[in-house]
């Protein structure tokens, strides 16, 4: 496992990151620890959850599951870098969300006592707040910085004028800001080459990919719907995503096939090639699938495939980043 600086600190992290939502929820708990393990033996050493996560049977049961798993020992908290988000509601009151002073600490505080540890290394808004002023939000992450809570303060889900505001806003307090900024980005979903990117590498933020396959679209969904096998190209994002890209994903499973490779490992390792792209979050259910994704860093996608790809699903406008894209 090759690792990397994640954006301008010298924390390093795996090209892959275990996601979690998946994990206790469409996953037993039993099954939920085995991959944990098989990732961290892979060399995976990653970790991304969020305090609502497992809102399926209750707010913060991820987080729970999570710290049940480090307390088994074995220095799994020590051998991983342990990601969690604050933004989300945790409850039906006004201030329990978004990224108020007070929620972002009380946020923490919870976070903390769930996973069972003294800190979080990488604590990410998982969304902008448009009511929260910069100086609010920094001053809350400065306190717990210095506290010890948190390591490094990400975001995730920002467009690239917030983090232009929030890097401003941060430099004149003198705090080091956003680190890492965990963007939607896919062969479908292009949007973030146009000026998240851009302004994440002038800023030195590592990109942190979620959704690589675009909920499951990208991973064999024909094939899947025609076997009665597909679990998640079946719901959410594919399904939505599936009538205007249907013929395309159609095409892209018979490329994939003419070069011998699985659609799945074939989109995840585009991403991860992409400039810019410092970890990819994988959301596995069973082992073959961490298994796939493993093998997609090995892959080295010839020139002949890149173009196919390219031409199959073109970038937004004329490519690249704005303005140039679309002028």
């Not at 506290?147 to 430099?171: C, D, M, P």
Request: net charge negative; hydrophobic share 40%; aromatic share 8%.
């Amino acid at each position: 496992m090759n690792y990397t600086r994640l954006g301008r600190t010298a924390l390093r992290v795996s090209p892959l990151c275990l996601g979690t939502l998946n994990l206790g929820v469409r996953t037993s708990k039993a099954e939920a620890f085995a991959l944990l393990d098989q990732a961290l033996d892979s060399g995976i050493n990653f970790v991304d959850t969020a305090n609502h996560y497992g809102w399926q049977r209750y707010r913060g049961f991820t987080e729970e599951l999570l710290g049940e798993w480090m307390a088994q020992g074995g220095e799994r908290r020590e051998r991983i870098v342990l990601s969690t988000k604050v933004f989300n509601a945790m409850s039906d009151r006004p201030n329990d969300q978004g990224l108020s002073a007070r929620h972002i600490i009380a946020s923490c505080e919870d976070s903390l006592r769930r996973m069972g540890t003294d800190h979080i290394d990488l604590f990410q808004m998982h969304h902008v707040d448009r009511s929260a002023p910069w100086d609010e939000v920094w001053q809350a992450m400065e306190v717990l910085t210095h506290q010890g809570k948190i390591r490094y303060t990400g975001s995730s889900n920002f467009a690239g004028w917030h983090l232009v505001s929030a890097q401003e806003a941060a430099r004149r307090r003198n705090f080091l800001g956003i680190v890492s900024e965990q963007c939607v980005y896919n062969l479908v979903r292009r949007h973030a080459e146009l000026e998240l990117i851009p302004a994440a590498r002038e800023y030195g933020i590592g990109v942190l990919v979620w959704s690589p396959l675009h909920g499951g679209l990208l991973g064999g969904a024909i094939r899947k719907l025609a076997e009665g096998t597909a679990a998640k190209a079946a719901q959410g994002r594919a399904q939505v995503a599936m009538p205007a890209h249907g013929h395309q994903v159609a095409e892209y499973e018979k490329l994939c096939a003419d070069f011998g490779l699985d659609p799945a490992e074939v989109a995840l390792s585009w991403v991860i090639s992409r400039p810019g792209v410092t970890s990819t979050t994988i959301g596995p259910r069973t082992a073959a699938h961490l298994e796939g994704a493993v093998r997609a860093l090995d892959h080295s996608l010839s020139e002949e495939l890149l173009d196919r790809l390219e031409s199959l699903f073109p970038p937004i406008g004329g490519g690249g980043p704005a303005p140039e894209a679309w002028i």
